[in-house]
């Protein structure tokens, strides 16, 4: 009886997939930023501010839980839209914050602004490089003498 060969059926690896397991580390500077608001949400200062994802955000910073790109990204998006929250009344005022400042501060405040802006970019330039050359045509780049040597 002849051998029989397993066949298996190959994932198609898509861009989203490249570092799907990879978690990323909060900083000493996001967590005291989120320890900041969740004190302050304590003292009773956060009255209407955020959701219940921007309060579990705060929480797994401090905990120090490990963060999916996919959250990166999202934090990455949260501030871009909430930077302008920056011009408004009590922002800076510690004593009394603005609800804006005080979803800044859980979501890792600037700290985690940095933080997520040089992960969102440091991924778009290596899907960038990884996928360059896709679809060229690499069969006219090495010439049949170099490939069939002697």
């Known amino acids: 009886m002849g051998s029989m060969v397993k066949m298996t059926r190959s994932k198609i690896v898509q861009p989203s997939d490249i570092h799907k397991a990879e978690t990323y580390t909060p900083t000493a500077g996001m967590k005291a930023?989120?320890?900041?608001?969740?004190?302050?949400?304590?003292?009773?200062?956060?009255?209407?501010a955020?959701?219940?994802?921007?309060?579990g955000r705060a929480t797994d910073i401090v905990a120090g839980r490990g963060l999916s790109l996919d959250t990166v990204k999202r934090m990455y998006s949260f501030f871009s839209r909430h930077?302008?929250?920056?011009?408004?009344?009590?922002?800076?005022?510690t004593?009394?914050?603005s609800n804006g400042r005080i979803m800044w501060d859980a979501w890792g405040g600037d700290a985690g602004f940095s933080w997520s802006?040089?992960?969102?970019?440091?991924?778009k330039r290596m899907s960038k490089e990884i996928f360059s050359n896709f679809g060229a045509d690499h069969t006219k780049s090495t010439s049949p003498s170099v490939v069939f040597k002697d």
Request: glycine share 12%; charged share 45%.
């Open 33 to 48: 930023a989120a320890r900041r608001a969740l004190r302050w949400k304590e003292e009773g200062k956060a009255k209407g």
């Open 50 to 55: 955020g959701t219940p994802v921007g309060w």
């Open 83 to 93: 930077e302008v929250d920056k011009k408004g009344k009590d922002f800076y005022n």
């Open 95 to 97: 004593s009394n914050p």
């Open 117 to 123: 802006r040089k992960i969102v970019e440091r991924e």
